[in-house]
C-alpha cells in the first residue's frame, strides 16, 4: 500500500535511550506540518516499543556505526519522497519540517543550522557563523568541513537511490563518510540554511565530544579519524591544520 504521505522522519534509537521516545513524540507534535510519517530505526533492542505516533518500526542489530550503514540501505526500499533525519537525543524548530518539505522540492539535499546544547550552556546559530546562509554546498566544502550531521539534514530518496557503499571497520564517524562519499560520486544541488534549526545536544558518549570541547587528546582523535576516512574513501589529500576558532565539527586546510 503506497504511504499517504510522501515525507517521513528518520530516526534511530538504542536502549540507553529508550527514555527519550515520549519526550521526542511530544516534540515532533508540535511540527506546523503534520503532513510526514515517523519511521524508528530500534537497534539492539528486543524490547517492544508502543507508540502510536511511529508509522513503522525497523529492528537491526549492529554497532552503532555500521547500524548508520544498514538504514541507508532500508531507507532505500521505503516509500518516501522526502526522507528527513533526526536523532532520538535532539529536537528542532517548530517549521523545521515545514520548510525542509518547500527547500526539497528544489534541491537534493538540505543542511540547517544549529544550537549547540550542553548542559545549560548554547551555542547560537552554530554552523551560520562559518558557512553563510543559502551556501551552495559541493564535495569540496563537505570534504574540508565537518558540518552535516544526521540531525539537521534532509534529502530526496533519489540522492541514495544507486549508492552503493559497504560498511568499513575503519570508520568511526558514520555522518561526514557518508555526506563526503555521496558527494563525490554524485553532483547534486545541495544548500544550507539558518532559516530553522536543530537542537544538538553534546553527547558524553561521543568519539570526540566535539563542539564543546578542543584540546589535545581531541585534536590527535580528529586528525585519526580523517586520516582513517580518507584512506576508506581514497582521497589523496595532506592535512595541513586543524581551524579551531569559531570551529565546526571539525575543519582543516590543504598542504
Avoid at 528542532?92 to 537534493?108: A, D, Q, V
Avoid at 564517524?173 to 534549526?197: C, E, G, H, L, P
Avoid at 584540546?215 to 585519526?224: D, E, G, M, T, V
Wanted: proline fraction near 1%; glycine fraction near 2%.
Amino acid at each position: 500500500m503506497k504511504n499517504k504521505n510522501n515525507t517521513c522522519l528518520v530516526s534511530f534509537i538504542y536502549p540507553d535511550k529508550l527514555n527519550h521516545l515520549d519526550y521526542f513524540v511530544s516534540k515532533l507534535k508540535e511540527q506546523t506540518d503534520q503532513k510526514f510519517d515517523f519511521v524508528l530505526f530500534i537497534n539492539n533492542s528486543n524490547k517492544k516499543i508502543k507508540n502510536k505516533y511511529i508509522k513503522k518500526k525497523i529492528y537491526i542489530n549492529y554497532p552503532i556505526v555500521k547500524s548508520r550503514f544498514v538504514m541507508i540501505q532500508k531507507i532505500k526500499n521505503l516509500d518516501y519522497k522526502n526522507i528527513i533525519f533526526l536523532d532520538i537525543d535532539d529536537t528542532m524548530s517548530k517549521r523545521r519540517i515545514e520548510f525542509s518539505k518547500k527547500m526539497l522540492k528544489f534541491n537534493s539535499l538540505v543542511v540547517n543550522d544549529i544550537v549547540v546544547k550542553s548542559g545549560k550552556k548554547k551555542l547560537m546559530n552554530y554552523i551560520s557563523k562559518r558557512i553563510k546562509n543559502g551556501t551552495s554546498i559541493d564535495f569540496k566544502l563537505i570534504r574540508n568541513k565537518n558540518f552535516i550531521g544526521m540531525s539537521n539534514s534532509a534529502i530526496t530518496k533519489t540522492l541514495i537511490k544507486n549508492i552503493k557503499f559497504t560498511y568499513n571497520k575503519k570508520i568511526l564517524i558514520f555522518d561526514w563518510f557518508f555526506w563526503s562519499y555521496v558527494m563525490r560520486k554524485k553532483k547534486i544541488k545541495a544548500t544550507f540554511t539558518n532559516k530553522f534549526y536543530t537542537y544538538y545536544n553534546v553527547r558524553e558518549k561521543s568519539v570526540t565530544r566535539l563542539p564543546t570541547i578542543m584540546n589535545k587528546k581531541n585534536i590527535k582523535q580528529i586528525n585519526r579519524i580523517i586520516k582513517n576516512h580518507f584512506s576508506a574513501l581514497k582521497f589523496n589529500v595532506k592535512i595541513k591544520n586543524l581551524v579551531k576558532k569559531n570551529n565546526l565539527w571539525w575543519e582543516f586546510n590543504e598542504k
